[in-house]
């Protein structure tokens, strides 16, 4: 299985703040790549895929860049409804998931 | 608007089984392939499997800590995705999630939808 590691796992932040969270490929991917929000009881909710392609529907401030091992999400302006748990994902094989990186408020 | 709801969770006693339900509306479901998910309690997501549309085979491919225990199966005449569990253990307490994959001419593992998740607690 393709192993796949966030950092930082948590973090605390204020409405405004840029925010970067990284994830890194046990191995390639090439853009075989998603992020997903999960907010408290929630369902995940996809944001970016293809490494760096907006969902439908999810806000600009909210972006994504990297292909191979190395993955960025970017979150411009933090937003009260952003503080969340973030997950990447991988598609290039039968997926696995990152351990998520909590978003609370600092 | 695409709704995936899942149903049938509840708590059994280890070894026993249970048939998850994932109902879906609002959209082809036979067009699509459908994954399984879950999340223990306070931990992260896996991928617990998925079945392909029938337009590419029906298969079916799951995670190893549930292969051989874990089948999913699929109406399409209900729009219904099914998870059957069996031989269940204490480590398979969890929320339980299906999620929808996106159309791609293959395996995508891009998940556009995804239900509210339904709990399953193996305790003795």
């Known amino acids: 299985d393709i192993q796949m590691t966030q950092s930082p796992s948590s973090l605390s932040a204020s409405v405004g703040d840029r925010v970067t969270i990284t994830c890194r490929a046990s191995?390639?991917?090439?853009?075989?790549f998603n992020w997903y929000q999960q907010r408290p009881g929630k369902a995940p909710k996809l944001l970016i895929y293809a490494a760096s392609s907006l969902q439908s529907g999810v806000p600009s401030r909210f972006s994504g860049s990297g292909s191979g091992t190395d993955f960025t999400l970017t979150i411009s302006s933090l937003q009260p409804e952003d503080f969340a748990t973030y997950y990447c994902?991988?598609?290039?094989?039968?997926?696995?998931f990152g351990q998520g990186t909590k978003v609370d408020f600092k | 608007e695409v709704q995936l709801v899942e149903s049938g969770g509840g708590l059994v006693k280890p070894g026993q089984s249970l048939r998850l339900s994932c109902t879906a509306s609002?959209?082809?479901?036979?067009?699509?392939?459908m994954s399984w998910f879950r999340q223990a309690p306070g931990k992260g997501l896996e991928w617990v499997g998925f079945i392909r549309s029938n337009g590419f085979g029906g298969t079916t491919a799951y995670a190893a800590s549930v292969k051989g225990r874990f089948t999913i199966s699929r109406d399409d005449s209900k729009s219904i995705a099914y998870l059957h569990m069996n031989s269940l253990k204490s480590e398979d307490t969890a929320v339980y999630y299906c999620?929808?994959?996106?159309?791609?001419?293959?395996?995508?593992?891009?998940?556009?939808?995804w239900g509210q998740g339904t709990m399953v607690t193996v305790s003795s």
């Open positions: 609002d959209f082809t479901f036979g067009e699509y392939a």
């Open positions: 994902q991988q598609t290039y094989t039968t997926p696995t």
């Open positions: 191995q390639s991917i090439s853009n075989y």
């Open positions: 999620g929808r994959d996106i159309k791609c001419g293959g395996d995508c593992y891009n998940f556009d939808y």
